[in-house]
């Protein structure tokens, strides 16, 4: 062997793999598996950020009383906590019909339902929210809302309380597990499930505007009226029940263009002190706050990649007292040192690269299996595309990372002479 191309020495890196096929497949074996988790990982970790920032979609503003753009956010998209102040209804009506907005969708909160957030809103509520890729809501059974009892429910109160289609549900006053002030002298009638959206939307009871009015046509102060005083279900059917105040408002503009104008205008609003956010921009924020266990993960699965390499070098470093001989002998018909060394480097090479295309195989297979389960159960909607560059990047670093590790051992057999490697050692 005098300075013999590449292609020879490739050809000896896959014969020599070949001939220690069962410890080169379970190499193989560790680091495919340890990629699949580190792409796997990524994968997930991308499409939650994603589907983390569509849990609102193809909203332009949400609007409620001056505080927090966090809090803002908290409250009348993922139901957490409370508002510091309520909207007049007057400045959402009006808003609303600015020649600019395409839509808008009230929201009132404030009352529960054994645990679950109850949301007055109205019909356009399910004709215009998104959420995820701007899907639509859909409905698993019944319809929407039209009579002042009606109620639609999310999937995850559908399937925690066991309610189904036709069943009376009473709403109680204010937040909480247990309440102690229940509206039931009028009961609602379950008209709709929706379909499971993997956002706050399944822990969600959806009833009318009218009817959070009604339910507290008879309350002064938070208390309820004496019994005498009491206005019945059907009374409260004849009162004006237009109300005075909201909790916030969702947007869709006309045109982009438009978007942060408005935003400044009702930023600005003299009459009343508001706040206008951009759903996005503060979902980000959020997602900052959040986002620390998301990189945890991702460094865990970083350093299964890093075991499954010293892994390989381990096997590497076993064998090469078993492949002495080997390596005299190729020192005998011409191999230089540096042929030595390119051979256990390109060996280890070889393992990385097999592995990195293993563990592609396994992650498209795991997330082809795993995507349904995925979107029905936690809302991540994992989209099978091809790999980023970012993630070619990664592949990249592991088969860099392998060649490296390789030039280990590659350098003690580099060292071995042609006398050390035919002595026979006892």
């Not at 007057?90 to 339902?113: N, Q």
């Amino acid at each position: 062997m005098s300075g013999g191309p590449v292609g020879e020495l490739f050809r000896l890196a896959f014969a020599s793999l070949w001939n220690r096929r069962g410890t080169a497949l379970l190499t193989v074996f560790a680091i495919g598996v340890s990629v699949a988790l580190l792409l796997g990982v990524q994968k997930v970790r991308t499409e939650a950020r994603e589907s983390f920032a569509s849990t609102i979609s193809g909203t332009d503003l949400i609007v409620g009383a001056r505080s927090g753009p966090l809090n803002l956010l908290l409250y009348s998209v993922f139901r957490v906590g409370d508002a510091t102040a309520n909207v007049s209804y007057e400045i959402y009506e009006k808003v609303a019909k600015h020649p600019d907005v395409a839509w808008a969708i009230p929201i009132s909160l404030g009352d529960s339902h054994r645990g679950f957030r109850v949301m007055g809103t109205s019909a356009a509520y399910f004709e215009h929210y998104r959420y995820g890729r701007k899907r639509p809501l859909q409905f698993a059974e019944g319809r929407p809302f039209d009579d002042l009892y009606d109620a639609v429910i999310g999937a995850d109160v559908a399937e925690a309380l066991q309610y189904r289609l036709g069943q009376e549900i009473v709403i109680a006053h204010g937040l909480g597990q247990v309440s102690f002030a229940n509206h039931d002298d009028k009961p609602f009638r379950v008209v709709g499930i929706l379909a499971r959206t993997g956002t706050p939307v399944d822990r969600t009871v959806h009833v009318s505007l009218e009817a959070i009015e009604a339910i507290h046509v008879d309350w002064q102060s938070g208390m309820q009226a004496p019994k005498g005083a009491r206005v019945t279900a059907e009374e409260a059917r004849a009162a004006n029940l237009t109300p005075k105040t909201i909790t916030a408002f969702l947007l869709g503009m006309e045109s982009k263009a438009t978007v942060f104008m408005m935003q400044r205008a009702l930023n600005e609003y003299r009459q009343e002190p508001l706040l206008a956010i951009i759903p996005g921009v503060a979902l980000q924020q959020l997602w900052e706050l959040v986002g620390v266990a998301d990189t945890a993960l991702m460094i865990v699965a970083a350093f299964v990649v890093l075991a499954g390499l010293l892994g390989m070098l381990t096997a590497i470093l076993t064998s090469l007292n078993e492949r002495r001989r080997e390596m005299a002998i190729l020192r005998s018909v011409g191999a230089r040192p540096g042929h030595v060394f390119g051979l256990m480097v390109l060996e280890s090479g070889l393992l990385a690269l097999l592995g990195v295309l293993l563990g592609l195989a396994l992650t498209y297979g795991a997330l082809a299996g795993l995507a349904p389960l995925l979107e029905h159960r936690f809302g991540v909607f994992v989209e099978l595309s091809a790999p980023s560059a970012y993630d070619m990047g990664l592949l990249g670093v592991v088969v860099g990372a392998g060649l490296l590790i390789g030039a280990v051992p590659a350098w003690r057999a580099y060292r071995n002479s042609l006398a050390d490697g035919l002595t026979i050692r006892v």
